[in-house]
C-alpha cells in the first residue's frame, strides 16, 4: 500500500497545525491518512487507496458519504444563499422535525456543533433551577467545553480539570459519579442541595459503546425528578442514530432537557438544545439565559440534516441498518470466541465497539481496563487491509445505510484476519 502522499501532506500539517489535525482524535501514528473522497461507506485517501468506513465521520453520516438526496438538498439551498442572519425555510422545517419527533423536544435552539449545544444546555440548566453544581459521568464527553473538561476519576467527588487552561474555578462544580449507578447519584443528590442537574449521554459512546442496565435511565429520570434537578441527555451521537425518536425514545425515558449535533446536520455543521417549554422560555430573547450565534441554525447544515432525517424517516431504515450492525456484530462475536483472544464486542442499534483484555464494560471505570495496545494493533491491521476504524480505542464504530453486503464482508474478514495473526 503507498502512503507516500499522505505521509508527505501529514509532515507538511504538522508543521502549520498542532499535531497536524484539526481536532486530536484524528491524529495516529505514524501518521494519519489524508482523505481526498468518500462515497457511500468507502473513503479514498490521496493516494488513492480505498477503504470501507467504519468511522464514518464519527457519527452524522447515517445514510453515508455523498449521499446522493442530500448533495441535493445542499446544493439547492447554496444557490439560494448560505446564511442570512436571520431565520430561514430549512430551519423552520428542521425545527418542526426535531419538535414533533424527540419526545422531550417542547422547543428546540438550533446551534453549530454538539459542543455548542452542551455548553447551552449546562448554562440553561443552571439558569432555570438557579443552582450551580453540574453531575456528568466518569468517561462522558461532551465536547471541549470548561464545565464538561473534568478528568474520569473514580467516586462523586468535585472533578479536577483534565486540560490546562480549565480553571479550577470552572470545574469546581463539576461531579462525577459513574454510569449504570443510580444509587451513587442519589447519594450525591442527597448530600448536595446545590445540584443543578446531570449531563449524560443515555447511550456511552466516548469510552466505547455501554448500554444502560435494565431500568437505570428511568431510575435516573426518577432522581433527578425527585430532587428537583433537570435530566439532561446528550444524545449528540445517539439522536436519530438509535431510533427516529432517539435514545429516549427508543428506552422510553424523556429527559427535562437533551442536546444534540451530528446527523441533525447531516455532515454539515450543526448542533441543537431542546427540552420542556417551561425550561427552554428562559432562553434569550425570551428569558435571560443566553445563547448565540453566526452560524446558529445555518440553512445549509438544515437542509442537509432535514434530507438526512427524512430519508431515515422512510419505512424499515432503521430496522434494516440495526440488523445488517447484529448480523455483523454477531459474526465478529463469533470470531473473537473461537480465536482465544480475550475481548469483548459491545453494540447497539449501529454503533459497536471492540474492547481487549476485557470480558464487559459497564461503565467509563471498566472502559480505562481495556487493552488498548492491542486495539492499536488491530487498528493498523485494519488500516493496511482496507478497512477504516476511529484510531482511538474508546470511539464508536459506525454503520450506516450505505455499508452494503461486500462491505460487511470486507470488515469481517479483515477482523478474523487479525485475530488470526495474534500471537497468544
Ligand atoms: C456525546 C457527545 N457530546 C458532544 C460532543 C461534541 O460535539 P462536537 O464535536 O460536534 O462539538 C460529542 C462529540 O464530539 C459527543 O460524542
Ligand atoms: N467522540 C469524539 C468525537 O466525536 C470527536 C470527533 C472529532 O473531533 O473529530
Redesign the pocket.
Known amino acids: 500500500m503507498r502512503l507516500s502522499n499522505s505521509e508527505s501532506e501529514a509532515g507538511q500539517l504538522r508543521r502549520i497545525t498542532p499535531g497536524g489535525v484539526s481536532s486530536p482524535v484524528r491524529a495516529f501514528k505514524p501518521f494519519p491518512l489524508v482523505i481526498d473522497s468518500g462515497q457511500g461507506c468507502r473513503i479514498t485517501d490521496i493516494d488513492g487507496n480505498d477503504y470501507v468506513d467504519l468511522c464514518m465521520a464519527?457519527g452524522p453520516l447515517i445514510v453515508g458519504h455523498s449521499c446522493p438526496r442530500v448533495a441535493k438538498a445542499v446544493r439547492d439551498q447554496t444557490k439560494k444563499g448560505s446564511v442570512f442572519g436571520a431565520p430561514s425555510h430549512p430551519e423552520t422545517k428542521l425545527l418542526e422535525k426535531i419538535t414533533s419527533t424527540v419526545p422531550s423536544a417542547e422547543m428546540c435552539r438550533m446551534a453549530v456543533?454538539?459542543?455548542e449545544a452542551?455548553m447551552h444546555a449546562v448554562r440553561l440548566a443552571r439558569g432555570y433551577t438557579k443552582k450551580n453544581g453540574i453531575v456528568k459521568l466518569n468517561g462522558g464527553?461532551?465536547?471541549a467545553h470548561n464545565t464538561v473538561l473534568v478528568a474520569a476519576g473514580s467516586g462523586s467527588v468535585n472533578g479536577t480539570p483534565s486540560s490546562l487552561g480549565v480553571p479550577e474555578d470552572d470545574v469546581r462544580n463539576t461531579y462525577l459519579v459513574e454510569y449504570n449507578d443510580a444509587g451513587m447519584f442519589e447519594s450525591l443528590l442527597d448530600r448536595n442541595e446545590d445540584i443543578a442537574g446531570i449531563i449524560m449521554?443515555p447511550v456511552m459512546?466516548?469510552v466505547g459503546v455501554v448500554t444502560p442496565k435494565k431500568g437505570y435511565l428511568a431510575e435516573m429520570r426518577k432522581i433527578t425528578k425527585e430532587h428537583g434537578a433537570l435530566l439532561i441527555f446528550?444524545e449528540?451521537?445517539t439522536g436519530f442514530r438509535l431510533s427516529a425518536g432517539s435514545a429516549q425514545g427508543r428506552f422510553g425515558v424523556t429527559p427535562d432537557l437533551t442536546t444534540m449535533?451530528?446527523i441533525i446536520g447531516g455532515g454539515y455543521p450543526a448542533?441543537a438544545f431542546m427540552g420542556k417549554r417551561e425550561i427552554m422560555e428562559m432562553v434569550a430573547p425570551n428569558g435571560p439565559v443566553y445563547a448565540a450565534g453566526t452560524f446558529a441554525g445555518n440553512p445549509v447544515s438544515a437542509a442537509a440534516g432535514l434530507e438526512t432525517i427524512d430519508i431515515m424517516a422512510e419505512k424499515g431504515r432503521y430496522d434494516s441498518l440495526e440488523k445488517k450492525t447484529q448480523t455483523l456484530v454477531a459474526r465478529m462475536r463469533d470470531a473473537l470466541e473461537d480465536s482465544g483472544v480475550r475481548g469483548c464486542i459491545q453494540s447497539i442499534a449501529s454503533m459497536f465497539s471492540i474492547y481487549f483484555g476485557v470480558d464487559e464494560v459497564t461503565n467509563g471505570s471498566d472502559a480505562q481496563k481495556a487493552d488498548r495496545d492491542m486495539f492499536a494493533e488491530m487498528f493498523d491491521y485494519m488500516l493496511h487491509h482496507g478497512v477504516y476504524l476511529p484510531p482511538g480505542p474508546m470511539e464508536v464504530e459506525f454503520m450506516s445505510a450505505a455499508h452494503d453486503e461486500e462491505a460487511c464482508e470486507k470488515i469481517a474478514k479483515t477482523f478474523e484476519g487479525f485475530l488470526k495473526q495474534v500471537k497468544k
Do not use: A, P
Request: net charge negative; proline share 0%.
Open positions: 464519527y456543533s454538539g459542543t452542551t464527553f461532551h465536547g449521554e459512546g466516548n446528550d449528540v451521537i449535533g451530528k448542533g
